[in-house]
């Protein structure tokens, strides 16, 4: 079986892990604290604030910007449902806009289309590409809007040589087990360049403290553990490293499989291939075809958030109302991507594609 996605769990992670639990406190040990300085460092913020998970850290970073009840913000309606689930556990409400048919990341143009009565903006990073996050930031100090960056799948993709997660107000990334570099369970982490967001993220995070017994905003208990911190940092070591293969293994798939299949990589961005995805109409026949000679495929996403059942129930969303999206997921399938899958299985994986294609 050729899987659709591994985590390789190494010695020194382990080494790690065992390090931190028998010598740091098991809540905002030591190791919090350096993996988030070497994450801001990373990114190039001035600060990196940890989470428990990438839902978490778009969630906070919500109320740490001030959004109201009932205020406004926009999102791709294709990503997952946690970019509009977050706004609404903020007491927002999401406006879910159309996508770039080349690309599946949102569509500048539909912003701006649908930016009357909002108060923020989340433009998703999706499958690791960086979306035209320069054109929107701009927009929106134009409009005074926010912009939180949702680069969950993207740690260490670049726009114009600058890393994503430091354009926008602030950016938030997961750690779940999947991503490009991972804690080993839950985790997330927010950059930005703002000390007072920074500080309001620290005093959300640990149940609204300010010291010890001392409470100054109703917070939650949304820390990262001690020992994935430890993990994360080992794995950060070697994010560069991760997505260099994965993005040699990319341009293996896109040399060897048709083109009207690949998706464009943003022009000025570099992906780092979080999930390498293909566009066919034969779908679910080539899903198939390839489960039965032993390999794994996925489809992120099989349904874009506004015909999501709670979605059409809570605000009427319905079919038409994007549809770029709306045929975008019909078509959409992801291939394996891991750095330890190795030329030969990419090689073998294209193989059954193009002899399934020439049948």
Known sequence: MISLSDVEVTEEMKSAAINAMENEFFVLGESVFKFEEEFAKYIGTRYAISVSSGTN?????LLALGLKEKQKVITSTNSFVASANSILHAGGIPKLVDIDDETGNIDPKNIKKSAAGVTGIIPVHLFGNPCEIKEIVDYAKEKNLFVIEDAAQAH????????VGSFGNVGCFSFFSTKNMTVCGDGGMITTND???AETLRCLRDCGRKSKYEHIRIGF??????INAAIGRVQLKHLDEFNNE?????????????KEMLLKETEGGKSVYHIFAIKTERRDELAEFLKREGIQTGVHYSLPIHLQPIYKKLFG?????????EGFTKHIMSLPMFPSLGEENVKIVCEKIN????S
């Open 57 to 61: 850290a778009l969630h906070l970073s």
């Open 156 to 163: 260490g993709a670049e726009f114009s040589g600058k890393k």
């Open 195 to 197: 000390e007072e967001v």
């Open 221 to 226: 208990t949304s820390r990262l553990n001690t």
């Open 246 to 258: 994965r993005r040699r293994l990319a341009a293996i798939y896109k040399n060897k499989l048709p």
């Open 317 to 325: 969303y319905k079919e038409g109302t994007c549809p770029v999206a």
């Open 355 to 358: 002899s399934f294609l020439n």
